[in-house]
């Protein structure tokens, strides 16, 4: 791993992700039934988001302390926490219409008098979503990148990819968890 140079599966991957997720959510199609209830998963969508929020943080604290192993583990218990939302998400999406902020009716559509009651916090939440999802396919080379650096002991390489990664990377976990609190009361 530490000679071995990984951009071309890291832009690869990159690609395919965000546009796997996004065929899956804008392209109609037959939902598929994956054997077991899948509507609680937006619940642990967030759960997964706050503490990867949460680890982003102590690995923050770690590496300013130190505590290098601890750094490590804390991000590598992340991009874990990090990949099962993505394959949790995309069962989600895979097997529910999308909801849509403000249908209270649950019909997948929106009335004016839905839009009146959702006011002005419809744009709050989709300026939110908006940004949470551009940044969300911003992140993965970021991710991707920054752990190549780490693992080829390229530190110096490292330390300054993090410092525009971390940052991101809390965003959209934070932002995720944002999400899944104001669309709620429309699962």
């Known amino acids: 791993m530490k000679e071995k140079n990984l951009t071309t599966p890291i832009i690869i991957v990159s690609i395919a992700i965000p546009l796997a997720v996004a065929f899956l959510i804008l392209v109609p199609q037959v939902k598929m039934d994956f054997g077991f209830n899948t509507r ?26 130190g505590q290098t192993r601890a750094h490590k583990t804390a991000n590598l218990v992340a991009v874990a926490l990090s990949t099962v939302f993505l394959v949790s998400y995309v069962i989600y999406h895979a097997s529910n219409p999308s909801t849509r902020f403000g249908d209270l009716n649950h019909d997948g559509l929106l009335s004016e008098d839905e839009k009146a009651q959702a006011g002005s916090l419809r744009y709050v939440y989709y300026f939110i979503l908006s940004s949470h999802i551009i940044l969300s396919g911003v992140i993965i ?13 390229k530190f110096d390489k490292h330390r300054k990819l993090a410092r525009i990664t971390w940052p991101v990377w809390l965003y959209v976990a934070v932002t995720g968890v944002i999400v899944y609190l104001m669309i709620n009361p429309y699962y």
Do not use: D, G, M
């Not at 988001?49 to 690995?59: D, F, G, Q, R």
């Not at 080379?141 to 002991?153: D, G, I, Y």
């Open 141 to 153: 080379p970021l991710v991707l990148f920054t752990l190549q650096r780490a693992f080829q002991e």
């Open 40 to 65: 609680s998963l937006p619940l642990f969508h967030a759960i997964l988001n706050a503490s990867t929020a949460i680890l982003l943080i102590a690995s923050l604290y770690f590496i300013r302390n």
